[in-house]
């Protein structure tokens, strides 16, 4: 039987998870007002990358005969002011999500549910590539985002990005 806390934390991930893809979905549909198809591509992607992630939380539950709740996903509430705040809010918003997965394996470890870290682990990694990502795009948007002939090369760029569904197995 699990942790009842590391139960719950799981549970709370799911929602996390689902309100990231809602985040994601909010940028595309910013950056697809803005006429740059490839960034509303890239934050799709994410969006369906985070909902993945959500369910892989998800099953994990189920496959330890957990009760899954699902909350209400939270609207998300940022306004923009320009086209790199979405970036950093990205920046920001994974940092959050690391924290939170280090805060389940940390609980996880202190009551030696060893399964439960090593399907953290995946996560733990993941999270790593994930604020790499959002630094790079921040990165490439302060170098090329003031030149119209760059800013058009970095969204075909990003418009080229495809989804991969994730190859973790529970």
Sequence with gaps: MMNETVSKLLNQQVNKEFYSAYLYLDFSNYYERRGLDGFANWYKVQAQEERDHAMLFYQY???NNELVTLEAIEKP?????DDMAPLKAALEHEVYVTSLINGIYAVAYEVKDFRTMQFLDWFVKEQGEEETNANDLISKMELFGSDPKSLYMLNSELAARV???PSLVL
């Design 163 to 165: 989804y991969a569904a």
């Design 77 to 81: 509430d940022k306004v923009f002011s």
């Design 61 to 63: 539950l189920q496959n």
